[in-house]
């Protein structure tokens, strides 16, 4: 399993216009920032993931077609210094889908388990939980 904790300020994994970079397995551990990051990515498929002790948002996606499936996502929010998501899709994400995953232990500053904007984006068969 890959272990992922970000630079100062910066999310762990970015993926800007044009590229995909999906990810299997990986452990996206504390920090004050996002875990990933998804500009415009495209067709990037974040799958078996956890996300423990995210600051900001665990997974933020602005694109088209980039599913988030089988997570797992504990303490969302926790070492961060504003409210935080354990999955955001901003007004640009587009037919995005968020399924299958877990949301645990959800930390003080955190809006919630997911928050979709958008059009076409679907959540479904996401559990959540103490």
């Known amino acids: 399993m890959v272990r992922w904790q970000p630079a100062r300020g910066r999310a762990s994994l970015q993926v800007r216009t044009g590229r995909s970079a999906s990810r299997r397995g990986a452990n996206f551990v504390g920090g004050r920032s996002r875990g990933v990051t998804l500009r415009d990515a495209g067709r990037t498929h974040i799958s078996g993931c956890t996300s423990d002790g995210v600051g900001g948002d665990n997974v933020f996606l602005a694109g088209q077609l980039d599913p988030v499936e089988g997570c797992m996502f504990t303490s969302i929010g ?53």
């Open 78 to 130: 926790d070492q961060g210094s504003v409210a935080a998501n354990g999955v955001a899709l901003e007004y640009g994400a587009e037919q995005s889908i968020v399924t299958n995953n877990q949301f645990r232990a959800v930390g003080a500053l955190s809006k919630g388990a997911i928050t979709l904007s958008g059009t076409g984006s679907v959540a479904n068969n996401n559990l959540g939980g103490a």
